[in-house]
């Protein structure tokens, strides 16, 4: 037995480099969005952004689940899911022959739907195609990634010694593709036809071609049995895999019917003005008609195309395939053992669009300028130092020079460090801000908190004398607005951006939420290798309320995230609005030991690993369990939530200025 | 001394297959003397583009000079000293040795500073006055101010991806220069540059570049770039010299790439499958 588990990190990477895009890896047993598809979960399959592999195979070696990745990227690779019905009535006699179309289609059932209704027993002749495609596309991975050769042999060679004998045709067909020579005579056709599959220009349409041939020999070899029925192929995934192949033919296609509306406008305007006198009336309307059926039929498709959209991300769960997924091991205080691979944390940036309203995080970063820069500036490092008495270096020593003069004169062999050079001293600091995007953060700051500005910090009056604040302070008479949790968790990330590039320390802003283990997300607002902009002020204002808490996974991927940095101080600073929840967090929704146990550890755990941690929160009752989860005078429970940003500061220069 | 100097001397034309028209592009900036940006990843010819194109000019005039290119690859501690020259201590005497910037300017060399924004700061301001009409290079130490030779031409050359923001090349450097850039080849045309350089048959040259270009989709994943063309011409050199392929691949693209061991078990997969 192999597990996934072990070697899925390389496998994604594996995955990425053959297939050119990202595509999740996950165990089969995470199919559970797509309930109502038929779905094996002893087999590998696919969804639109996702590969799903066995959690456990029965092979000799790991090199099998590479293998079966590489039949999956096969199937994309030689167009299985771009067969169109139209094309092969129009290609295949056979087909045409037995084709009716069934009852209740409508342009939007999907071709496979189509084909396959084609025959007596659609799910047959779903198993007998899917075996032809093997065929064609095993072929196919061996001309092109011949290496893979050998894994392969030895795989199908165990499949074989284990897999029970059936004596029916498809079992042969597969015992064939493995390898095995011994297909009894009746069943040489078949395998004349597998072969004849594995040559190098046939086309999904080639395998639709034998599928018809062969479906009725293959067809009475099998008693159907009414209760064993094959579900129907419109939950099957390749349908809507095709279908979803089949939106980006009809997007071309509106795009060419857009062109040629405006086409039309244009050239019938043009008539109109121009030859007014010489076409007759009857043309003219002939035209208007012509575009309104033109506009008729793009309007069609566009409704179309948008209905299919939402049945196809119904079916096959919600496109993530901008986000990056990772799976954590998550704590069971109860059972005092870690579930492995129990979370699956997806990644994906924070896109700020234009219309972010970002002037309120700019004025945030104005009015906390000078105190933040006040703290900071007790660790800034003094920027070039001059050091003498180098081995080599911009300019000569004098002193070491006069020094080597007189060894010289002395008759002994100076020293050869007689060059000074300029230095710059700079901190290898990395910082990770993970903040909590629970819909919790969508709550007002309570008490509700004077909202102008200059009557907020006493230290910060100096300031506020300055005739300049004095004019923008008075001139602008804000309407009083409620705020939220959010406003100020955003305020306070602007402001620490703004000064820590200042600083030069490399910092990332996180946020977080998620709901139920399969689905946790970290919202990357700003990695720490990306540079302050305007784009990182967009992304921190799209940071939005989402959903629930569930903290370990996000503290483990960030602690990850961090290792890999490769920067001498790594800090992680959790900022939340309370303790940590989700729905499946724990065996009971309303109590938090299990999370709070959870996040204890992983906070551990990144101690562990050389990162330094800091909570802060602003629920004023987040002082039980934060004694429990962090260490010893490593967590705040801040009172008044205006204090953020100030307090962060506060906390990040003593964490990083030792 | 740490600076990475080396001479180029113009012998044997040196081999490069021409992408799209910077062969021309760099002629045409060269009859003008405009100085010339190259841009691009790591290993994929923007060096060996220089020397070839230094080649082809170098037959073209008088002035043939011993080094006709002087390629300084520039790194974090490199200063201005190390490109103008400084005093050396010499005996009971310090004496001026120019640097491969002045000796360039001085005879009229191409000079080639690789990797440009590597260098400190104060090294921008010897390429902005060289670079615009004035074509002077003033050295502070001696108080001289060498005219540059007719035939200098300023090459220098950076690599977008994998510069931190901070090590951005500032606007007004760039615009003073003819900018081309450089990217790896597509899949045909590497496997024909590995097969010309490394002296390997077109069939393993071929699944070489589609490695290169399988692995380059994971850039970004603990490595900085892709493999570069020249990885791939190291791995064709290796196999010629009679080393397994697979073995030829993991010591020169699969260990020299990444250090994060899963990564590299990610490439030796990937060039697992494609290798026969």
Do not use: N, W
């Given at each position: 037995m192999v597990n996934l588990a072990a070697c899925e990190d390389t496998l994604a990477l594996f995955t990425e480099g053959i297939a050119g895009r990202y595509l999740h890896i996950k165990a089969t047993a995470e199919f559970a969005n797509n309930r109502q598809l038929a779905y094996h979960s002893d087999r590998a399959g696919q969804g639109a952004d996702a590969l799903f592999?066995?959690?456990?195979?029965?092979?000799?070696?790991?090199?099998?689940?590479?293998?079966?990745?590489?039949?999956?990227?096969?199937?994309?690779?030689?167009?299985?899911?771009?067969?169109?019905?139209?094309r092969g009535l129009a290609e295949i006699s056979e087909l045409a022959a037995r084709y009716e179309v069934p009852k209740g289609a409508t342009p939007r059932t999907g071709d496979f739907f189509l084909l396959f209704s084609a025959f007596s027993q659609p799910s047959l002749a779903t198993d007998l195609f899917n075996l032809f495609e093997k065929a064609r596309v095993q072929a196919h991975l061996l001309r092109t990634y011949p290496g893979i050769n050998r894994h392969m042999q030895r795989y199908h060679e165990h499949l074989l010694e284990t897999a029970e004998l059936h004596y029916d045709p498809l079992s042969f067909g597969h015992r064939s593709l493995w390898g095995d020579n011994e297909i009894p005579p009746e069943w040489q056709s078949l395998e004349t036809a597998l072969l004849q599959l594995q040559g190098p220009d046939q086309t999904v349409y080639d395998s639709v071609r034998a599928l018809c041939q062969l479906y009725d020999q293959v067809a009475e070899a099998y008693v159907f049995d009414t209760l064993t029925a094959y579900p129907s192929p419109e939950e099957s995934v390749p349908d809507w895999l095709n279908r979803e192949q089949r939106i980006d033919e009809w997007?071309?296609?509106?795009?060419?019917?857009?062109?040629?509306?405006?086409?039309?406008?244009?050239?019938?305007?043009?008539?109109?003005?121009?030859?007014?006198?010489?076409?007759?009336?009857?043309?003219?309307?002939?035209?208007?008609?012509?575009?309104?059926?033109?506009?008729?039929?793009?309007?069609?498709l566009k409704r179309r195309i948008d209905m299919e959209k939402s049945s196809v991300q119904h079916a096959l769960g919600p496109d993530r395939s901008a986000a990056r997924s990772y799976r954590y091991d998550e704590w069971d205080y109860l059972q005092r053992r870690y579930l492995t691979h129990w979370c699956?944390?997806?990644?994906?940036?924070?896109?700020?669009?234009?219309?972010?309203?970002?002037?309120?995080l700019n004025n945030a970063i104005r009015h906390f300028q000078s105190i933040v820069q006040k703290q900071l500036e007790q660790i800034r490092p003094t920027g070039l130092q001059r050091i003498s008495r180098v081995q080599d270096g911009d300019e000569l020593d004098l002193n070491a020079i006069i020094e080597a003069r007189q060894d010289i004169r002395a008759g002994q062999s100076p020293s050869e460090r007689f060059y000074s050079r300029k230095e710059r001293m700079h901190r290898d600091v990395c910082a990770i801000f993970l903040v909590d995007l629970s819909a919790s953060t969508d709550d007002p700051v309570e008490p509700a908190e004077p909202k102008d500005w200059s009557d907020y910090d006493e230290d910060a009056a100096d300031n506020m004398r300055d005739p300049w604040y004095a004019a923008l302070t008075s001139d602008e008479e804000e309407p009083v607005v409620e705020r939220k949790i959010i406003d100020i968790q955003r305020e306070a990330m602007v402001v620490m951006a703004s000064a820590l590039d200042a600083l030069g320390d490399s910092y990332g802003i996180y946020g977080f939420s998620g709901y139920g283990k399969d689905c946790v997300e970290v919202f990357v607002a700003k990695e720490p290798q990306e540079g302050f902009s305007q784009r990182t002020l967009q992304s921190i204002a799209a940071m939005k309320p989402k959903r629930?808490?569930?903290?370990?996974?996000?503290?483990?991927?960030?602690?990850?995230?961090?290792?890999?940095?490769?920067?001498?101080?790594?800090?992680?600073?959790?900022?939340?609005?309370?303790?940590?929840?989700?729905?499946?967090?724990?065996?009971?929704r309303g109590n938090h030991t299990y999370g709070v146990e959870d996040t204890a550890k992983a906070i551990k755990e990144a101690q562990q690993?050389?990162?330094?941690?800091f909570c802060i929160t602003v629920d004023r009752s987040g002082q039980d369990y934060l004694k429990q989860m962090c260490p010893d005078s490593r967590y705040l429970v801040i009172e008044e939530m205006e204090d953020l940003p100030d307090q962060l500061t506060k906390v990040y220069a003593a964490l990083t200025g030792r | 001394m740490t600076q990475a100097v080396d001479f180029f001397t113009a012998d044997t034309e040196p081999y490069y297959l021409p992408l799209a028209d910077e062969v021309e592009i760099f002629r045409a900036a060269y009859s003008a003397r405009l100085p010339v940006l190259l841009k691009g990843p790591t290993g994929c010819g923007k060096t060996r583009f220089v020397e070839h194109m230094t080649w082809r000019l170098y037959r073209e005039t008088a002035n043939q000079l011993d080094v006709p290119l002087v390629t300084v690859s520039c790194h974090e501690d490199l200063t201005a000293t190390d490109m103008v020259g400084r005093y050396l201590l010499k005996g009971d005497e310090t004496v001026w040795a120019d640097g491969p910037l002045t000796r360039a300017v001085r005879t009229g060399a191409i000079c080639y500073l690789d990797e440009i924004v590597e260098a400190r700061k104060d090294t921008t301001v010897l390429i902005h006055s060289l670079t615009d009409h004035r074509r002077i290079l003033p050295i502070d130490k001696t108080g001289e101010l060498v005219a540059a030779h007719p035939e200098f031409l300023l090459v220098i050359s950076y690599n977008p991806g994998y510069q931190s923001v901070l090590?951005?090349?500032?606007?007004?450097?760039?615009?003073?220069?003819?900018?081309l850039e450089f990217d790896y080849p597509e899949v045909e045309l590497e496997a024909k540059i590995i097969a010309h350089e490394a002296g390997i048959d077109e069939d393993i040259a071929g699944r070489l570049a589609v490695i290169g270009e399988r692995v380059r989709n994971l850039k970004q994943h603990g490595f900085e770039e892709g493999v570069s063309t020249r990885l791939l011409i190291y791995t064709g050199d290796l196999i010629s010299a009679g080393i397994d392929p697979r073995r030829?691949?993991?010591?020169?693209?699969?260990?020299?790439?990444?250090?994060?061991?899963?990564?590299?078990?990610?490439?030796?997969?990937i060039v697992d499958v494609i290798l026969p």
């Open positions: 592999l066995p959690e456990e195979i029965d092979a000799p070696d790991h090199h099998c689940y590479r293998v079966l990745v590489l039949e999956q990227i096969g199937l994309r690779e030689c167009g299985t899911f771009s067969f169109r019905m139209e997007d071309e296609k509106l795009e060419e019917l857009d062109d040629q509306v405006m086409m039309a406008d244009m050239i019938h305007a043009e008539d109109l003005e121009a030859e007014r006198g010489e076409t007759s009336e009857a043309a003219i309307r002939d035209a208007e008609v012509d575009i309104k059926m033109l506009m008729d039929e793009r309007d069609t699956r944390v997806y990644e994906e940036s924070l896109l700020g669009t234009d219309e972010e309203d970002i002037d309120g629930s808490t569930r903290m370990g996974p996000a503290i483990r991927h960030s602690t990850h995230k961090l290792m890999q940095s490769g920067h001498a101080m790594k800090v992680l600073m959790v900022i939340s609005d309370g303790f940590p929840q989700d729905s499946d967090y724990g065996p009971e690993k050389g990162v330094e941690t | 090590k951005d090349l500032k606007p007004s450097t760039r615009q003073r220069f003819v900018s030829a691949a993991q010591v020169a693209i699969v260990t020299a790439i990444s250090d994060d061991r899963t990564v590299q078990q990610a490439v030796a997969d």
